[in-house]
């Protein structure tokens, strides 16, 4: 799921927005009550259309939420997915955890889950170097999907495609010119491994993520030597990998970004350490709150697994009521806010500043979340 996605559902404000929530699975035999489970609750969404709607305006919503309910193989999916319809929209997502199964037909999309797939859950790319075809892959933890960009961005570069020029060797041109066609060749590979590291680009301009990837040795040296996206490689696949299975590759993947979250957890970690040391640092939900919303955030560190319901205090941006000093249920002296730590990431992240989440534990002694700032305190 790319960041753009989430940009066009949280613009939909017209009614009637459908979204589907419901955990699913990836093995037999849970996996055998999905399909019945998901037609049920079409079921019940088109029974909540029909009531608020007229049949004229709420058939069309219906006919494309059960298109798209029919095409959705339910045998390779993650552990959870979610489905939105209107108008103008017709997409599922999985999820890489079990949501709250919930039916909302609204004038907005429920789309908390995905900012959770965006915020907490790794995320990176796999380009495939190939003769045959070169290929960019979206990871979430460890999934592999084929990736094709936005629909802003789809153009003949979206596809890498390589095309094999032959063998080296040599032969003369009308003029007797002697031509090496290994160096030919090499050149060819040049410029076109350019060309792949441009489309790879516009990729990385719309959403910056780590890339593994995965060639000959011939391929990863070549695309090193004339690649401008370095900083975003964290790592290589040796070999050829043109027919290997996703779920195969990912075997390969995965432990490759196991590590790098593993090294740049340790690293934010330790930067923490060196700005509480330099007083640039904000500790606890309350005071990064006060802080994100003045734009001081540079890094957030989280700690993996962590919501706090809070409450916003009225006539307030900045003052944050949560934990032992929420109210009585009932009394709710503002605006409730179901998970401010979600909100809090994604203030952070607009703001331009970066979200690490890390082991839980690892920040016990600043309450579970904390901040370097961009400035001293």
């Not at 915020?119 to 070169?134: D, M």
């Not at 990385?204 to 996206?229: I, M, N, Q, W």
């Amino acid at each position: 799921m790319k960041k753009s996605l989430l940009d066009d559902l949280r613009a939909a404000n017209q009614y009637p927005c459908v979204s589907l929530l419901l955990p699913t699975h990836r093995s037999a035999p849970k996996n055998f009550q999905d399909p019945v489970r998901l037609k049920n609750m079409i079921k019940e969404a088109a029974q909540q259309l029909d009531t608020k709607l007229s049949h004229h305006d709420a058939a069309p919503v219906i006919e494309k939420l059960t298109e798209l309910i029919e095409s959705i193989d339910l045998e390779h999916v993650l552990d959870g997915m979610a489905i939105f319809v209107n108008a103008d929209i017709a997409v599922k997502v999985d999820l890489p955890f079990e949501p709250e199964e919930r039916i909302v037909v609204n004038d907005h999309f429920v789309i908390r889950d995905l900012v959770r797939t965006l915020n907490r859950f790794a995320r990176y790319y796999v380009l495939i170097l190939s003769e045959k075809k070169t290929r960019l892959l979206l990871g979430t933890t460890d999934h592999l999907v084929e990736h094709r960009g936005s629909r802003k961005n789809r153009d003949s570069q979206d596809d890498f495609y390589m095309v094999d020029t032959g063998r080296g060797g040599e032969s003369r041109t009308h003029d007797g010119e002697i031509i090496k066609h290994a160096q030919k060749l090499d050149e060819y590979h040049r410029q076109f491994f350019r060309k792949v590291d441009n489309a790879l680009g516009q990729h990385l301009k719309e959403e910056s993520l780590p890339v593994v990837v995965v060639g000959t040795d011939r391929y990863l040296a070549f695309f090193k030597e004339v690649g401008k996206h370095g900083n975003n490689v964290i790592g290589n696949i040796h070999g050829t990998h043109d027919h290997t299975h996703l779920p195969e590759l990912t075997s390969l993947v995965w432990p490759v970004v196991q590590e790098y979250m593993k090294s740049e957890r340790k690293n934010m970690l330790e930067k923490l350490d060196n700005a509480v040391g330099k007083h640039k640092f904000a500790a606890g939900l309350g005071d990064v709150w006060r802080k994100a919303q003045e734009g001081a955030v540079h890094i957030l560190l989280v700690e993996d697994g962590y919501f706090e319901k809070a409450i916003l205090e009225d006539g307030s941006t900045h003052k944050l009521i949560y934990g032992p000093h929420m109210p009585e249920h009932g009394k709710c002296p503002g605006q409730l806010v179901d998970d401010a730590v979600e909100d809090l990431v994604e203030l952070v992240l607009n703001k331009r500043g970066r979200a690490i989440f890390v082991e839980a534990g690892s920040l016990s002694g600043h309450d579970k979340i904390a901040a370097i700032l961009r400035y001293e305190s």
